[in-house]
């Protein structure tokens, strides 16, 4: 069965300061994977998507993410963090083989940002 | 355009009585996802919806379950005999087609149950 870690609970950066949050996944095949974001009182909002091709992926909001399969790694990145990056971080293993679209989701990365 | 909408937006409830939590998907999209949140976790799959038949309810935790969309747009998720395990934040996304196509997620409804 697939499944998503991500060994941060909570990371705190300052504000301008460079962000990584880890993400380890295992599943059998080529993984699709996903990161999303959180915000109190909202909905998931996806902040990129990995399914083949270039494995550093670009998305929303100047974040990108680094797909390393020798390492079963999706790690996200952002290189200068705003006060308004302060939310909850998902990674998520999406299912290949059923083409579903139903995904498997880790507990999730909490960020500060310190003025 | 609207996002998905889910209502009600909290739902508190007491143990052993039943419960439906709704919800709207974005116009036009024929997949529809319920997933579960507990706290302190990630949002936990429970069923799949692609147009008005469940194609994959795998992640329904028991008999006590069930989701419906008659009509391939509105879904509901209905809970009998609610259980104080049953507390969490029930989110429902949906997609243009299902696969690979991007999720969009409401706002969740939070159940409590007593």
């Known amino acids: 069965a697939q499944s998503v870690t991500q060994p941060d609970i909570h990371i705190t950066v300052s504000e301008g300061a460079s962000l990584e949050l880890r993400c380890n996944y295992s599943?059998?095949?080529?993984?699709?994977l996903f990161w999303y974001v959180q915000s109190p009182g909202q909905g998931l909002q996806l902040l990129l998507k990995?399914?083949?091709?270039?494995?550093l992926v670009q998305g929303i909001k100047g974040f990108e993410a680094e797909f390393k399969r020798s390492q079963s790694s999706f790690n996200l990145r952002k290189p200068s963090v705003h006060w308004s990056d302060a939310a909850e971080y998902f990674c998520a293993v999406g299912e290949v083989d059923t083409n579903a679209g139903k995904s498997t989701f880790g507990d999730g990365t909490t960020l500060t940002v310190k003025p | 355009g609207a996002g998905v909408s889910q209502t009600p937006s909290n739902k508190v409830t007491e143990k052993g009585k039943y419960v439906e939590l709704r919800c709207d998907p974005i116009s036009g999209h024929t997949a529809l996802y319920w997933y579960r949140q507990s706290l302190g976790q990630g949002p936990e799959f429970l069923i799949y919806f692609q147009g008005t038949g469940a194609a994959d309810d795998s992640g329904l935790p028991n008999d006590r379950f069930f989701a419906v969309r008659p009509e391939g747009s509105v879904s509901t998720l209905k809970i009998q005999r609610t259980e104080r395990g049953d507390s969490a934040v029930y989110l429902c996304a949906s997609s243009l087609y299902g696969g690979l196509e991007t999720q969009y997620f409401g706002p969740g409804t939070r159940l409590l149950v007593l």
């Open positions: 599943y059998g095949a080529t993984p699709y």
């Open positions: 990995y399914f083949s091709g270039d494995t």
